[in-house]
């Protein structure tokens, strides 16, 4: 009795062990399956990577923009310190400063001295009383008009803003740009007409005998 | 994956304008203060400087006009018009003074041109001075226009000017010396005239043109008040 249940057992194990038949197409489509899942997580994964190396560069050129400006200040914080440099130089020593200062880059209005050898720049101090103003630059046809070529310097007992420029002899046009906003003429000098924009400025006459 | 990708650019170009904006702080605040040009003006500038590069013309002039009308808060139609007028002004006195004059003299005869010489003025200039640097001389030409100088009269005076060979520091002091005059009351010509006798003579003379200039600017001689500069606006007086 034991040996032919032990002996059905195994029957059916054996029977149970051999493996179902499968109908070829639902395998080959199981296989198919699994290939596109796979080819699916390849592509994901790929364009995870190309995210990545496009956040990559973004953040490279991002880096490269903050990298530029910060160089950019840097030349615009030295441009102003040397042309306070040039300034304090001139101011100290007029006549032997003067030759060596070079007049500014596009003196346009009256330009009158491209043979250097007859022409030197004299150097001109340009004043303004503004004792409330933290900021005071100059603006004219011998700056090319940049209101960050020529800062003032401010004497903190007057409340006086002064500066020193090399200007060819002739006729200049400025004003003085307060705290970045506000146009000032020279309340010392004569006023100029504006027929281009009509906004006139100052007067001044370089060089006069 | 793709969404924290998007959430790491997104960060990294915030992170960079915050960086550029604490960066440029200072430079930011005058722009804040001059005009800003729209992208059609900017546009038509372009255009206009690359016309007047290939045509030979120097491009500073224009783009300091281009500086001047932002920094005075003009709008873009008149920065355009004042750009393109001054490129005309360059032209012409281009096609005047010759293919080889040199920047400076193209701004002086510029200015010349628009303090109301004529080109005929310019081209007789050149005729007179040959090879010569003209600047001084066109610029003291429209100083003397601008002061109130008939153009003719103007062109005569600095003709003979070259033709006795002043030196340009002496030309421009001429200029510079009838506006200052003028300034002070004293008629545009007349000032003109007395101060062109002052430099002939010390031509003739061999002494500096600007010494004698100088001692004939004594206020005491003249009455002038010694005033510093001279306005647009100052017309020619007479005197009492």
Known sequence: ?209 | MTRRALFVVALALGASAGAARVVGAQQVAYAAGAASLDSVTQAALRREMSRAQERGLPVEPLEAKVREGQIKRAAPARIRSAVTALATRLDSARSALGPMSNAAELVAGADALAAGADVGALRTLRATGGARDLAAPLGALAQLVASGVAPSRATQMVVELLKRGVAPREVLAFGVAVESDVGAGVPAEESAVFRLRAIESAVNGGVSASAVSGAYTDPGMLNLGGKSGTGDAAKPKRRP
């Not at chain 1, 990298?67 to 300034?87: E, F, H, I, P």
């Not at chain 1, 030759?99 to 004043?127: E, N």
């Not at chain 1, 090399?166 to 010392?188: Q, T």
Request: hydrophobic share 45%.
């Open chain 1, 1 to 209: 009795m034991h040996d032919e249940t032990d002996e059905t057992i195994t029957r059916i194990t054996a029977a149970l062990r051999q493996p179902p038949a499968v109908d070829p197409t639902h395998k080959a489509r199981v296989l198919v399956a699994v290939a596109a899942e796979r080819e699916r997580a390849r592509e994901a994964r790929m364009r995870a990577a190309r995210w990545w190396r496009l956040a990559g560069s973004m953040g490279v050129t991002a880096a490269a923009v903050v990298a530029l400006m910060v160089w950019r200040q840097k030349v615009v914080d030295s441009g102003r310190s040397a042309t306070r440099a040039n300034a304090q130089t001139v101011a100290a020593s007029a006549p032997a400063s003067a030759s060596t200062a070079k007049p500014a880059p596009s003196a346009t209005r009256h330009l009158a001295a491209s043979d250097a050898a007859g022409v030197a720049p004299l150097p001109v101090q340009l004043v303004l009383r503004a004792p409330a103003a933290h900021r005071v630059s100059v603006v004219g046809d011998f700056n090319g008009w940049d209101a960050h070529a020529t800062t003032l310097e401010r004497d903190p007992a007057s409340g006086l803003w002064s500066g020193t420029v090399a200007l060819l002899p002739g006729r200049h046009v400025y004003a003085f740009i307060v705290d970045d906003s506000i146009w000032m003429r020279d309340p010392r000098m004569p006023q100029s007409r504006d027929a281009d924009f009509g906004r006139p400025g100052s007067v001044l006459l370089v060089g006069q005998p």
